[in-house]
């Protein structure tokens, strides 16, 4: 039987209908949380390798397009290949990159940076000593009453027991990362094998989705679907693209410039600084809070030429280095970044912090284009301006 979806009682009726076998659904899911997230993670746990295969697929398929497009593209042998010729040769070659990155990552940066790090660890004792004789010597040069000598020794007791728990978490939280790594080889094995037949055959699979959407919805709500999908997939691969050349730059930067300043633990500052400035509006102070207190163990003066160094670099990075890799890709005022970093920080930890300013642009543009659209209905202006006015 066709239902009149015009009738206003049978509009009422199927309403009613979804709302309650949702609310009966809910009930059930929130009365067996625990078994609920259970089978989730057992479901997560077989997806894993798809989706590290996902995101193997989707970062190296920005190298993919730079060879099939940029390198390869304009060369004449190249252009009179198949296009599964074409596919396969840059595909061997977006592989290649890679796995070159990761051997000298293996074999030069991650032995120098372990090295920094038992040496920093083995050194703190010594800087500790160093610290308190010369606490001391201010304190009786500079004839401070007693009381005010007992609250300095305790803030730096303090202040020494939280950075020897730093410190001396750090080796846990590496072994326990690269243990981790170990257990999921399979895994990352599984995911580089799926990420080879998603870039393979990638236009593939966005012609099966298009295929399903346009199937399950109208054309209107179609396009709009593949409008948000394209949208998002250029802000979240701007950001993600442009912030790791520009923290991969701002790295090597930094070791340049703290190599020629004589600074201590060059490359494990160096590489701090260019890790979190992955991180947008928190990242500088992130990376530079921690390798300012492990400089300053060593020479306070240094530790000052080191602000001031990573100050003009995270300057160079803003208005120069930043704006030209990255662009206007955001399109969003500061305010929203540091709200889009606060909240999905807070549920998501560093991979929302990282993630969150290009999932809020997405969110922003979204409601920007309903409201605008509402106000051009009701015929009014949409311009911000238009709507400051004091009361």
Known sequence: MKIDWNSKYNTISVYTLIVICCSIIFYFMASQIGSFSEKFSIFIGIMYPFIIGFAIAYLLNFVLVFFEISAFGKLEWYKKLKDGQKRSIALIA?????????????????????????????????????????????????????????????????????IMNFVSEIIPVIGNTLKVIASSIWNIVLGIIISVYLLIDKERFCAINRKITCALFSQKTSNRIFELTYRSNETFGKFLSGKIIDSAII??????????????????????????????????????????????????????????????????????????????SIGISAFWILFAILVAGKFFGIVGMIIGVPLFAIIYSIIKEEVEEKLKNKKLPTDTKDYMKRI
């Open 251 to 328: 790295g090597v930067l930094s070791f340049v410039v703290f190599t020629v300043f004589k600074m201590p633990y060059t490359l494990l500052i160096s590489v701090i600084i260019g890790v979190t400035n992955i991180i947008p509006f928190f990242g500088p102070f992130i990376g530079a809070i921690p390798s300012f207190i492990i400089i300053l163990f060593v020479s306070p003066t240094k530790a000052l030429v080191f602000l001031i160094l990573v100050f003009i670099i995270q300057q160079l990075d803003g208005n120069i280095i930043g704006p030209k890799i990255l662009g206007d």
């Open 94 to 162: 977006t592989y290649l990159v890679a796995a070159g990155l990761l051997y000298l990552s293996m074999n030069f940066i991650v032995p120098q940076l372990i090295d920094s790090i038992m040496g920093l660890v083995n050194d703190i004792p010594r800087y500790v000593d160093n610290i308190t004789k010369l606490l001391n010597e201010l304190v009786n040069e500079g004839n401070i009453d007693q009381e005010y000598v007992v609250l300095i020794q305790e803030q730096m007791n303090n202040f020494i027991s939280y």
